[in-house]
């Protein structure tokens, strides 16, 4: 069982950027792949970008490559979403999630956080 848990969320200024964390409660974090995905009013839940185990070969999606950056340190169990050029439409909740065979942007991770809200003001 991972448990996992979001912070970082809020209003940001269309052009601003955040950086949002989830901490997970095993120990073994090391070895579970992680990505995010969010999901705006009345939208389907969508990827974000996930990375590997190991901190390795990162993806994103098309709408968000080249602003967000994820990265991991497995020595604190932690993970980050670092979101810059930040735009109205990137307002959602934001999910951490983590597998340990899931690495790609499948909704199929087993254990998710419970969310935090990102609000970009245009």
């Known amino acids: 069982q991972v448990q996992l848990v979001e912070s970082g969320g809020g209003l940001v200024p269309a052009g601003g950027s955040l950086r949002l964390s989830c901490a997970a409660s095993?120990?073994?974090?090391?070895?579970?792949?992680m990505a995010w995905f969010r999901q705006a009013p009345g939208k389907e839940r969508e990827f974000v970008g996930a990375i590997r185990w190991n901190g390795g070969s990162a993806s994103y999606a098309d709408s968000v490559k080249g602003r967000f950056t994820i990265s991991r340190d497995n020595a604190k169990n932690t993970g980050d979403l670092q979101m810059n050029r930040l735009k109205p439409e990137d307002t959602a909740v934001y999910y951490c999630?983590?597998?340990?065979?899931?690495?790609?942007?499948?909704?199929?991770?087993?254990?998710w956080g419970q969310g935090t809200q990102v609000t970009v003001s245009s």
């Open positions: 999630t983590a597998d340990l065979v899931n690495d790609g942007k499948r909704s199929t991770y087993k254990y």
């Open positions: 095993r120990r073994t974090f090391d070895t579970y792949n």
